[in-house]
């Protein structure tokens, strides 16, 4: 049954005439009546009666009647509510980013604005690889992305001449662990006789572990590590450092007061940790106004704050 039965048999209750009914909605008169019939059928009984004039309901008519203007309320209402949720969405931009950010960068950044752009947390983004922030922005299921970017260059071919990007500032991601009774290093990077060292890691298809693999062999003397967990968030990393099962890079501002408390020491020294950008990209070929003012909006804010492209 389709809703315009409901509201042609409502204008034939208010004409009493088909043909009326059928001008007013915009059908001519066989549709109109087949229509109507239709409806009859569904219904499974006879709504109209066709041997008075002006036409009548039959008693089942009167209280299908009733029926029908409760259903073509709810309809309207919920045609009005779907509009007035379309409209709100329309000037809202989906923000894919990973946990770290997500929850130790991007509310202290929206904190800095005076009125900040409607930036609304794709949360299933939590969990993709960086990879899947590209792919997601070509095929427009989520409208900008917030990533991490290695200061040093990208080893891994992700971005393209369809994107772009705004710095919005900087990480310095540290190997960090637990501290022994002496208060140094349980697993020490600089320690060159120590045996392999046990390593809670990134995601190996992802963009942190690919920079900070990258770095320590830029560097030539890392002592063995021995992975024995990884995982796309820093904050499970961070778990297990905690409970003492290894050494882990983290993102020096997810470190709270853990290093001044002397909760976590570094693993190492300075040159052990890996520098990145924090970067907002947003595909070219979105399409929408939302997007593009907003993205205007950001531009001026980096400018502003002296962060630069």
Known sequence: MEIRWLEDFLALARTRHFSRAAEEQNVTQPTFSRRIKLLEEEMGTT??????LPLSLTPAGEAFLGMCHDVTRRVEVARQRLAQMAEEQAGQLRLGAPQGLLTSFLPHWLA?????????PYLR????LMGDYFHALASGEIDIA?????????????????????????????????????????????????????????????MIDAAIRAHLDRLGDCPTLTVLNESIQSGNIRELVMLGYGLGWLPERSLGNALTNGELVPAGHQRWNVEFEIRLYRHLSTGRASVDDAWQQIREHCRDSGMTE
């Open 112 to 120: 800095n604005w005076e009125s900040p752009p409607p930036l609304v």
């Open 125 to 128: 983004a939590t969990a993709w």
């Open 47 to 52: 709504l109209i009666n066709r041997q008075t």
């Open 146 to 206: 917030i990533c991490y970017w290695p200061v040093s260059g990208s080893p891994l071919e992700l971005a393209n001449d369809e994107t772009e990007y705004v710095v919005l500032g900087r990480e310095r991601f540290m190997p960090v662990c637990l501290p022994n009774d002496k208060g140094n290093p349980r697993f020490a990077l600089d320690n060159g006789k120590s045996g392999p060292l046990p390593l809670i890691a990134y995601h190996p298809r992802g």
